[in-house]
């Protein structure tokens, strides 16, 4: 027979409190088996029977505090004050207790009272000196700021750090609180400015900030410090031609001040105006040689140009003067990736993460990166979720108001709602995870870009989709479900499979068939359509989609464009070409017909479809292609899920992309066929290995 542990009973527990009514622990045992609604009675009646000590007190409210019976707690702290008057620090409890439970701004009557009792407040908080404050967070400072309040003790200077250190916490209402003080004692100082633009920001009331900035600098202010904190915000806002505009000014006005000039180049370089923020860091390392973000922003820009063995000796310099500082650690990893060496990029992120004094999410995504692009997924995954936070990481994280999912919990399923994040092209890839999460869930809808969701109710028709739109729609926030998930977080619960199917690429050695997976299903209406009209158009030739750009044009990206006479030089003669090249141009349209009449291949229009929003029926043309050739962009994910074979060619000094996860091809979408050339070399050479390929594989 197997003996279990019985618990105590109710009755028993009540026998020894009358045998022992003094005995706190009996106390403690009562409350743990006592209901919620009866917890207080038995706190009322405990201090009834019996006359505790101050230590007995502080250790029930100790036993309180690690559960949820806050309404018990509060009781209890104010029984405490009520037995003990005079203990200051007992009334400053009472007033946070009254914040924590009730959410509300500190009682200033409570905090009268215990400085009342003690105008010092010594022993508050062991770093209640204005001076501590970095080491103090949330709502203990804004205990303090009251205080300071109360007993009259901000003077201009100590609420300007109160400003900025609320501005710090992402704190509008105390800011706010912060400028209303000023506003009522007419300190009138541009100091504040910075502040007061920061909580405009917050409250978008963007048309109230360019006036006062127009207003501070007709006032020649020579306060650099001042200057530069406004341009900082204007940055934040994502106005970059205002931002340098401002800057320029800044530093005409301050010719050799190191935090303007580098702030201006730092505006230049999000403008791309490359050339002009160069000259700057350049100007700037000759008057100050030992100002290292001058040194790590132009390691980045060598970076940019694939001159990456300058860039690592750039930030190298930053690194001896500031051994181990995180931002060129960080910076000195991505030369590293960039150049292949994902070992010590690894390295150099991890060191980035240690070194720094608060969590490094710049450092924590870009480690995410380098480890799933060699394999490993269980902890690159688990890292990736860290990309919500860093700087460039450009999607929004969506809140449907419900609980985080956790990932599959065996047996036990849930209902989930999911959010595609980042491109249209980025969904599809992801779609790959569709199938798992309908088995492990008895209610799943995702949230996803409008014009897929036609292939992906025809692919999974078990599944519910949502049009993404700028609010949540009704359907995910008032539907019962529990979760909810972006799908990038997704791959962290599915770690086997995807390492099952990394472990059949790497054997594989690539796509080998003819007959590639298609994981999306088309219309196949349209795709007869569309199949007539090109066999037609075709005349039993190969026929090929091709696209050369993307509308997006950083300049991280278009070194991968090329133009249409490139594309045509990998076009086997006598062969057909689709142009899918959305929002192109008149003369890049007749440009490509004139390379064809001189390559000797025949260019066919796709007549009324829209390439940037009828996508379902560019879904089916994809279908019908022999193949596409173009970037890496939306079009190739879209051939590849329906196993369109896409030849698909980067400019990349690694010869990877981090979707490889190790291998030599595309895991999540094998069709992909990747033509990786070097920076330096030229784009001929790649679209001649390409043309190879095709001849060898479709003739002519």
């Given at each position: 027979m197997v003996s279990s542990e019985k618990r105590p009973l109710v009755k028993n527990i009540k026998i020894n409190l009358l045998q022992s009514p003094s005995n706190l622990d009996n106390y403690i045992s009562c409350l743990k088996d006592t209901k919620k609604n009866e917890t207080i009675e038995v706190l009322l009646k405990f201090i009834s029977i019996v006359a505790p000590t101050?230590?007995?007190?502080?250790?029930?409210?100790?036993?309180?505090?690690?559960?949820?019976?806050?309404?018990?707690?509060?009781?209890?702290?104010?029984?405490?004050?009520?037995?003990?008057?005079?203990?200051?620090?007992?009334?400053?409890?009472?007033?946070?207790?009254?914040?924590?439970?009730?959410?509300?701004?500190?009682?200033?009557?409570?905090?009268?009272?215990?400085?009342?009792?003690?105008?010092?407040?010594?022993?508050?908080?062991?770093?209640?000196?204005?001076?501590?404050?970095?080491?103090?967070?949330?709502?203990?400072?804004?205990?303090?700021?009251?205080?300071?309040?109360?007993?009259?003790?901000?003077?201009?200077?100590?609420?300007?750090?109160?400003?900025?250190?609320?501005?710090?916490?992402?704190?509008?209402?105390?800011?706010?609180?912060?400028?209303?003080?000023?506003?009522?004692?007419?300190?009138?100082?541009?100091?504040?400015?910075?502040?007061?633009?920061?909580?405009?920001?917050?409250?978008?009331?963007?048309?109230?900030?360019?006036?006062?900035?127009?207003?501070?600098?007709?006032?020649?202010?020579?306060?650099?410090?001042?200057?530069?904190?406004?341009?900082?915000?204007?940055?934040?806002?994502?106005?970059?031609?205002?931002?340098?505009?401002?800057?320029?000014?800044?530093?005409?006005?301050?010719?050799?001040?190191?935090?303007?000039?580098?702030?201006?180049?730092?505006?230049?370089?999000?403008?791309?105006?490359?050339?002009?923020?160069?000259?700057?860091?350049?100007?700037?390392?000759?008057?100050?040689?030992?100002?290292?973000?001058?040194?790590?922003?132009?390691?980045?820009?060598?970076?940019?140009?694939?001159?990456?063995?300058?860039?690592?000796?750039?930030?190298?310099?930053?690194?001896?003067?500031?051994?181990?500082w995180p931002p060129a650690l960080v910076n000195k990893g991505l030369h590293l990736a960039q150049r292949g060496d994902a070992s010590n990029a690894i390295s150099n992120f991890k060191n980035a993460i240690q070194m720094s004094e608060t969590v490094y999410p710049q450092a924590l995504y870009n480690l995410a990166l380098a480890q799933i692009s060699v394999g490993d997924i269980k902890e690159g995954f688990e890292n990736y979720q860290w990309r919500w936070f860093a700087d460039g990481f450009t999607a929004k994280k969506r809140n449907f108001g419900k609980k985080q999912w956790m990932g599959p919990k065996g047996s036990k399923k849930d209902s989930l709602a999911i959010y595609m994040e980042q491109g249209i092209g980025d969904e599809v890839m992801y779609s790959w995870y569709f199938n798992f999460l309908q088995k492990d869930t008895t209610d799943l809808i995702i949230e996803c870009d409008r014009r897929l969701i036609p292939i992906f109710e025809r692919t999974f028709p078990l599944l519910k989709f949502e049009a993404r739109e700028e609010n949540v729609g009704p359907r995910i926030i008032d539907g019962l479900y529990q979760y909810e998930c972006a799908i990038g977080d997704v791959p962290r619960y599915y770690v086997e499979p995807l390492e099952a199917l990394i472990g059949a690429s790497a054997k594989e050695g690539g796509p080998q068939s003819d007959s590639l997976p298609s994981l999306l299903k088309v219309n196949s209406r349209k795709t007869t359509y569309w199949r007539q009209y090109l066999e037609n158009a075709c005349e039993n030739r190969p026929c090929f989609g091709v696209f050369w750009r993307s509308k997006i044009d950083f300049a991280n990206r278009s070194k991968n464009y090329v133009s249409p006479s490139l594309i045509g030089k990998c076009i086997p003669f006598g062969s057909v070409v689709v142009n899918l090249q959305y929002e192109h141009s008149q003369e890049e349209d007749n440009y490509l017909k004139d390379i064809a009449k001189n390559y000797g291949f025949k260019v066919v229009d796709l007549p009324e479809i829209n390439l940037t929003n009828d996508i379902d029926d560019l879904f089916s043309v994809l279908k019908v292609v022999d193949a596409v050739i173009g970037p890496l962009l939306s079009t190739s994910w879209f051939a590849a899920a329906v196993g369109t074979p896409a030849y698909t060619f980067r400019k990349e000094e690694k010869g990877y992309i981090w979707q490889q996860f190790g291998t030599k091809s595309i895991v999540w979408a094998p069709a992909i066929r990747m033509y990786f050339s070097r920076p330096s070399d030229p784009w001929e050479n790649t679209m001649s290995l390409i043309q190879s390929d095709l001849l060898q594989k479709f003739g002519r």
């Open positions: 101050y230590q007995k007190f502080s250790e029930l409210r100790g036993y309180l505090i690690q559960t949820e019976l806050k309404d018990s707690l509060l009781l209890l702290q104010s029984l405490i004050c009520k037995r003990y008057p005079l203990s200051s620090g007992d009334w400053v409890n009472m007033s946070i207790l009254s914040h924590n439970i009730h959410m509300r701004y500190p009682s200033q009557g409570y905090l009268k009272k215990a400085l009342v009792i003690n105008p010092i407040l010594r022993g508050l908080s062991p770093n209640f000196k204005f001076e501590n404050l970095p080491e103090l967070y949330g709502k203990e400072n804004q205990i303090i700021f009251y205080l300071m309040l109360v007993k009259g003790q901000l003077s201009k200077e100590t609420l300007l750090q109160w400003g900025f250190k609320f501005k710090q916490l992402n704190n509008p209402k105390l800011v706010n609180r912060i400028l209303n003080l000023q506003k009522i004692r007419n300190w009138d100082d541009s100091k504040f400015l910075p502040i007061k633009i920061w909580s405009l920001i917050e409250s978008r009331s963007f048309e109230k900030i360019g006036p006062l900035i127009t207003a501070f600098v007709n006032q020649k202010s020579k306060d650099i410090v001042t200057w530069n904190n406004i341009g900082l915000e204007i940055q934040k806002i994502g106005q970059v031609r205002q931002t340098l505009k401002y800057f320029l000014l800044a530093d005409r006005q301050f010719k050799i001040n190191p935090d303007i000039t580098h702030n201006c180049a730092q505006a230049a370089f999000d403008g791309e105006q490359f050339d002009l923020a160069t000259q700057k860091l350049r100007k700037n390392l000759v008057l100050h040689p030992k100002y290292k973000k001058s040194w790590s922003l132009l390691s980045i820009y060598l970076g940019l140009v694939d001159k990456i063995n300058e860039a690592v000796e750039a930030v190298n310099k930053s690194l001896i003067i500031s051994p181990n």
